[in-house]
């Protein structure tokens, strides 16, 4: 079925560790986005990508590093995990265009001990 | 840099009733987008309306609408006939007209009561 997927849906790693969760999307849309969610600030950018090959920083960007060698894939990568980086964790895609909504994968829950 | 304010942390409602969050924003542009979105305990991230800055007309979804008062920069969600199925955050979120990025509010829990 087309859609969003992230994988995993739950995860939980020590501080220090290195984390990929992963974003995949069947629609072909050109932007792709990754958001964190913590109670009281919503959803907050970390990082979003316009095509393959662009990427560019959101409001939260420390920590993460992101890539996109195919329009359909924008894995996250933690690549040295610590504490304030527990969280949930939304992929998002969108078609480029005035008022296009975003749609959201079903969140990776992140607990990092 | 655009905010977006949702002042109702949490809120009630009994079945059958009526119910408005509240969201307030902040930006010097004059065109944008604004949405709300629905989480539901799934996690879900499912959009219930949007609005174009530049229509004057309320958008409605069913028995969800929305009371826009560009003035007073501010984007309110009316619930009609509140079904227990409309538990859930509601987020309410901001987009410029020239780029992609949202800008969400910190969410209302709005919990319907049987």
């Known amino acids: 079925d087309a859609g969003i997927t992230q994988s995993p849906r739950y995860k939980i790693t020590e501080t220090g560790r290195q984390v990929t969760l992963m974003c995949h999307q069947t629609?072909?849309?050109?932007?792709m986005f990754w958001y964190r969610q913590d109670l009281g600030h919503g959803l907050r950018l970390i990082y979003y990508?316009?095509?393959?090959?662009?990427?560019d920083k959101g409001e939260v960007p420390d920590g993460y590093v992101v890539s996109r060698s195919k329009t359909e894939n924008f894995p996250l990568t933690l690549e040295s995990a610590t504490r304030s980086q527990t969280s949930v964790y939304f992929c998002?895609?969108?078609?480029?265009?005035?008022?296009?909504?975003?749609?959201f994968g079903d969140g990776t829950r992140l607990s990092i001990l | 840099a655009q905010t977006v304010t949702q002042s109702q942390p949490e809120m009630s409602v009994q079945e059958a009733e009526t119910v408005t969050l509240s969201c307030t924003y902040d930006?010097?542009?004059?065109?944008?987008?604004l949405f709300w979105y629905k989480q539901p305990p799934s996690r879900q991230m499912i959009l219930v309306i949007r609005?174009?800055?530049?229509?004057?007309q309320n958008a409605t979804e069913n028995r969800f609408s929305v009371n826009f008062q560009k003035a007073a920069k501010s984007f309110s969600l009316k619930i009609s006939d509140s079904q227990l199925g409309d538990t859930a955050m509601y987020f309410c979120?901001?987009?410029?007209?020239?780029?992609?990025?949202?800008?969400f509010g910190p969410g209302t829990r709005l919990s319907v009561l049987p």
């Open positions: 998002a895609s969108s078609e480029p265009g005035a008022n296009q909504p975003q749609h």
């Open positions: 629609w072909s849309h050109s932007y």
């Open positions: 990508s316009a095509a393959a090959d662009i990427t």
């Open positions: 930006t010097s542009e004059s065109n944008y987008y």
């Open positions: 609005q174009e800055a530049y229509k004057q």
């Open positions: 979120a901001f987009m410029k007209p020239y780029g992609q990025n949202f800008v």
